[in-house]
């Protein structure tokens, strides 16, 4: 079946830092996307990514969809970037099939 | 702004009751979709619709049902609440022109005691 698989499952970092999250997947994409969940639970969009390259301010998503791999770039990290980051894509119909995510923590 | 809302952030419920999950997206959205989350499981798809009176089995159906009779709002039923449903619910809705971008509401935390 289709296939998330994100690394690292755990990220620690000082404030400051950068970092690269790794989403590979099995098959062609129709829909990728990027979430991170707050403390809450809240799954906050960052970027919808079948295909290139977007930036918004200190994120940047790139997917390779002919590789099957997409990459989320974290710059100068901030505590309030801790958190579950996911990759998701599509799977039958317009459903989202979700890796299991990265846990990130910032400290200061 | 897409909003996506859902009745409760906390819900505490007895086994065999009947409990509703109601879900509201005010984007005129066509489809929406029901997951849950567990530690170690992820999220997985329950149900989902991509019209009002449609509805579509997700990966984990057992123990649910859906209601969608209107547009904007997907309810997500459990007919008989069990132990093992304690999770986190989220409601998710996207535009419906192809594989549209999905938003997701807060969510539930739900409780079976």
């Known amino acids: 079946g289709i296939q998330v698989e994100q690394s690292p499952p755990d990220l620690i970092l000082q404030e400051g830092a950068n970092s690269t999250l790794r989403c590979n997947f099995s098959?062609?994409?129709?829909?990728l996307q990027w979430f991170h969940q707050n403390p809450w639970g809240q799954l906050i969009n960052l970027f919808y990514i079948p295909s290139g390259t977007k930036q918004n301010g200190r994120l940047s998503a790139t997917t390779v969809a002919t590789e099957r791999y997409s990459l989320l770039y974290i710059s100068s990290s901030q505590t309030t970037d801790s958190g579950v980051y996911f990759c998701?894509?599509?799977?039958?119909?317009?459903?989202?099939?979700f890796g299991k995510g990265t846990t990130l923590s910032v400290s200061s | 702004d897409v909003k996506v809302t859902q009745s409760s952030r906390y819900l505490v419920k007895r086994t065999g009751e009947k409990v509703f999950l109601e879900c509201v997206q005010d984007m005129d959205h066509e489809n929406m979709f029901w997951y849950r989350q567990d530690p170690g499981l992820g999220l997985r798809l329950i149900y989902f619709s991509y019209d009002v009176k449609m509805k579509e089995k997700g990966d984990i159906p057992e123990g649910y049902s859906v209601s969608r009779e209107k547009k904007e709002r997907f309810s997500l039923i459990l007919e008989s609440a069990s132990t093992n449903q304690t999770s986190m619910y989220l409601c998710a809705s996207s535009l419906g022109t192809g594989w549209d971008e999905q938003y997701f509401g807060p969510g539930t935390r739900l409780t079976v005691t």
């Open positions: 998701a894509r599509d799977q039958a119909g317009t459903a989202l099939i």
């Open positions: 098959d062609s994409v129709n829909n």
